[in-house]
């Protein structure tokens, strides 16, 4: 009979949580709540991840969005110009995130972000567009808000 034991960093990691208050651990979690949303195409429940006249620039070559209603209506339109009514599914993945707390009380935000790209048809997962992304958060209410997000993909980065 075989029993399964979970490696010892796995325990460790659960047993031992962060600080509520640790900005680090605080933008992980939105950030991770926030890009389920967008995998999902939830485009206002995404918009309502932003204040109220946040802004989104999705590209230096793209027109910036302001305010929730902007943001959301910007994400629909994007993903209905690269794939129409195709089925796909997206998954953002964000990594080596960067926190720095600044005296206001905001949080400054960089992240690198993957797009993988997956259709029924085919198992495995294409890649899409990577880019760095850098925000402001605030905090509104005990959560946190994008103020200002700036997305710069690779491909214009040169």
Known sequence: MSTYTPHPQAAFATSVPAPATDPYVEAQ????????LLD????????????????????PV????????EIALS??????????TEPV??????????VDERPDG?????FSSMVWVTRPWNPVS?????????????RDGGRLLVRE??????????
Do not use: I
């Not at 979690?29 to 389920?36: C, D, G, N, S, T």
């Not at 999902?40 to 590209?59: I, N």
């Not at 997000?149 to 040169?158: A, E, G, K, N």
């Open 89 to 98: 599914r997206r998954r953002h993945w964000y990594g080596m995130l960067q």
């Open 75 to 84: 994400l629909r339109a994007a993903h209905h110009a690269r794939f129409g």
């Open 106 to 110: 905001t949080l400054r935000a960089r």
């Open 40 to 59: 999902d195409l939830r485009a206002e429940a995404f918009a309502e991840t932003f204040t109220e006249d946040g802004t989104l620039s999705p590209s």
């Open 29 to 36: 979690r939105f950030y991770a709540r926030q890009a389920e």
């Open 149 to 158: 997000r700036r997305v710069t993909p690779d491909h214009l980065s040169f």
């Open 126 to 138: 294409e890649p899409g567009t990577s880019a760095v992304v850098e925000d402001v958060l605030v």
């Open 62 to 69: 793209r027109k910036k969005s302001v305010g929730r209603g």
